[in-house]
C-alpha cells in the first residue's frame, strides 16, 4: 500500500475554516457525529476482484469526505482516477463535499476472465452533502443501486476500471 502523507490544498483550508465557523456557531458535534460514522480505512486488500471493490469503496468514500482523489488512487486504474478526481473538483467548486456511507455490499456474481473481472453487487448507500461554507450537511438519502465494476488485473493488483450502477426503485407505487 502506497504511504499517504498530509498535503494542504486551498480546499483544505477552505473547508477547515467551514468547520471552524459551524463551531463557532455550535453545530460541531453534529458534523462530527456524521463523519464519525464514516470509518477510515485500515488496508487496501486487492488480491481479488471482490476485495478491490470492496476496497475501491472504502477509499473512494474517504476520498470524497476528505475531497482528495488520490486517496483512493491506488483502487482503480488512471482514467478512473481522473474522473473522480473531476467528480470532486466539480462539488469543490459548486461548494459541496460528498459525504457517504456503505450500508450494505452484496456480491452477486463475480466472472473472471484472464486479466479482467466483472463483479456484479447490490449496495445500499446513505448519502449526503456538506456545504463548505456553512459547515452544514443537508438531509441525508438512502438509495440502492445495482452496481457492474470492471475490475483489471494490473502488475499483480486488482484495480477498478469502471463502475455502471443502476439506482433501484423502491417506491410502493
Known amino acids: 500500500m502506497r504511504a499517504h502523507h498530509a498535503s494542504f490544498r486551498p480546499i483544505h483550508i477552505i473547508v477547515a475554516l467551514a468547520l471552524l465557523a459551524c463551531g463557532i456557531a455550535g ?4 458534523v ?6 464514516i470509518p477510515i480505512p485500515l488496508e487496501m486488500k486487492q488480491s481479488t476482484p471482490e476485495e478491490a471493490v470492496r476496497s475501491y469503496l472504502e477509499w473512494l468514500t474517504y476520498s470524497y469526505r476528505n475531497m482528495d482523489s488520490e486517496i483512493a ?3 482503480m486504474t488512471p482514467d478512473l482516477a481522473q474522473r473522480v478526481a473531476y467528480y470532486i473538483t466539480m462539488n469543490a467548486a459548486n461548494g459541496k463535499a460528498l459525504n457517504q456511507r456503505l450500508d450494505s455490499l452484496e456480491f452477486v456474481d463475480v466472472q473472471i476472465a484472464d486479466t479482467v ?7 445500499s448507500w ?5 456545504v463548505i ?7 441525508p438519502v438512502v438509495q440502492q443501486y445495482e452496481v457492474t ?4 488485473l494490473i ?16 417506491s410502493d407505487g
Open 133 to 139: 461554507e456553512t459547515g452544514v450537511f443537508d438531509e
Open 73 to 75: 488512487t491506488p483502487t
Open 155 to 170: 502488475d499483480g493488483v486488482w484495480r477498478v476500471q469502471a463502475a455502471d450502477a443502476t439506482k433501484i426503485d423502491t
Open 32 to 37: 462530527r457525529d456524521l463523519n464519525a460514522e
Open 117 to 123: 473481472a466483472t463483479v456484479k453487487t447490490r449496495e
Open 27 to 30: 453545530c460541531t458535534s453534529a
Open 149 to 152: 465494476y470492471t475490475v483489471l
Open 126 to 130: 446513505t448519502f449526503n452533502y456538506l
